[in-house]
């Protein structure tokens, strides 16, 4: 079935949360895009009003224009630079760079990503408080490790001076790991960590054409590097 221009897609999931490179990526293309903020992490009340849309009670969540659902961050922003070539926001299978690009937007995924099941909520595996705080100790510090891993990795596809993490254009990792980045243990660790992709994460937050979108939806408000 062929797209309608006019029809918008809809987006679950609360600025800031995983949505967010979502709702950034289609900012670039240009989709029409309706919102529905929905944070699983405040509750059961919002895990329920999740689960009305996707059975894992998970946001983000898209609906496209023909009623297709779509889940899982990363897989819905490949779908979108596959289906939106004309914005040259993702190599494509013929290129070179698409199998690395296909692994770091896995990585980010499943090895950063999938964490915050786990910090969320903690009592999904332990009532206990003093284990709680054990978890959100240990899975920050995971989190920070993964990204000086993927620094390490990521570095040596292409020239050192490159802009992007890429290569010479943005990319829809970019924005994946400029919106992740944000989040625990916050961009100051972060560039700690991660001195090689910082440079490109910087360059996603001062992109011209998502000024609006991150006032809006991800403000960057006093203090946003270490809160």
Same mark, same amino acid.
């Given at each position: 079935?062929?797209?309608? +221009?006019?029809?918008?897609?809809?987006?679950?999931?609360?600025? $800031?949360?995983?949505?967010?490179?979502?709702?950034?990526?289609?900012?670039?293309?240009?989709?029409? @895009?309706?919102?529905?903020?929905?944070?699983? /992490?405040?509750?059961?009340?919002?895990?329920?009003? +999740? $689960?009305?849309?996707?059975?894992?009670?998970?946001?983000? +969540?898209?609906?496209?224009?023909?009623? =297709?659902?779509?889940? #899982?961050?990363?897989?819905?922003?490949? /779908?979108?630079?596959?289906?939106?070539?004309?914005?040259?926001?993702?190599? !494509?299978?013929?290129?070179?760079?698409?199998?690395?690009?296909?692994? /770091?937007?896995?990585?980010?995924?499943?090895?950063?990503?999938?964490? *915050? &099941?786990?910090?969320?909520?903690?009592?999904?595996?332990?009532?206990?408080?003093?284990?709680?705080?054990? !978890?959100?100790?240990?899975?920050? =510090?995971?989190?920070? #490790?993964?990204?000086?891993?993927?620094?390490?990795?990521?570095?040596?596809?292409?020239?050192? #001076?490159?802009?992007?993490?890429?290569? =010479?254009?943005?990319?829809?990792?970019?924005?994946?790991?400029?919106?992740?980045?944000?989040?625990?243990?916050?961009?100051?660790? *972060?560039?700690? #960590?991660?001195? %090689?992709?910082?440079?490109? @994460?910087?360059? @996603?937050?001062?992109?011209?054409?998502?000024?609006? %979108? &991150?006032?809006?939806? %991800?403000? %960057?408000?006093?203090? &946003?590097?270490?809160?």
């Amino acid at each position: 079935m062929a797209q309608d +221009a006019s029809t918008p897609y809809t987006l679950y999931g609360a600025p $800031g949360s995983g949505a967010t490179p979502i709702h950034a990526a289609m900012t670039l293309i240009g989709l029409p @895009v309706r919102t529905v903020d929905i944070a699983p /992490w405040e509750g059961e009340a919002e895990r329920e009003r +999740a $689960g009305q849309v996707n059975p894992a009670r998970q946001v983000p +969540a898209l609906v496209t224009p023909e009623g =297709e659902l779509l889940t #899982e961050s990363a897989a819905i922003l490949v /779908w979108l630079g596959d289906r939106h070539p004309e914005a040259g926001l993702a190599p !494509l299978p013929a290129d070179p760079l698409r199998g690395q690009y296909l692994r /770091w937007m896995s990585y980010v995924a499943t090895q950063i990503y999938a964490l *915050f &099941w786990v910090r969320d909520a903690p009592g999904r595996l332990t009532a206990d408080a003093a284990a709680q705080a054990v !978890l959100l100790e240990r899975s920050a =510090e995971r989190i920070a #490790e993964c990204w000086r891993l993927m620094d390490a990795g990521i570095r040596p596809l292409g020239s050192p #001076e490159r802009p992007w993490l890429l290569g =010479e254009r943005p990319s829809l990792l970019d924005l994946y790991v400029a919106v992740a980045s944000r989040w625990t243990p916050k961009r100051r660790r *972060f560039y700690a #960590e991660a001195p %090689f992709m910082a440079g490109a @994460v910087r360059r @996603v937050d001062a992109l011209p054409a998502l000024a609006a %979108f &991150w006032a809006e939806r %991800f403000p %960057f408000s006093p203090g &946003w590097e270490d809160d």
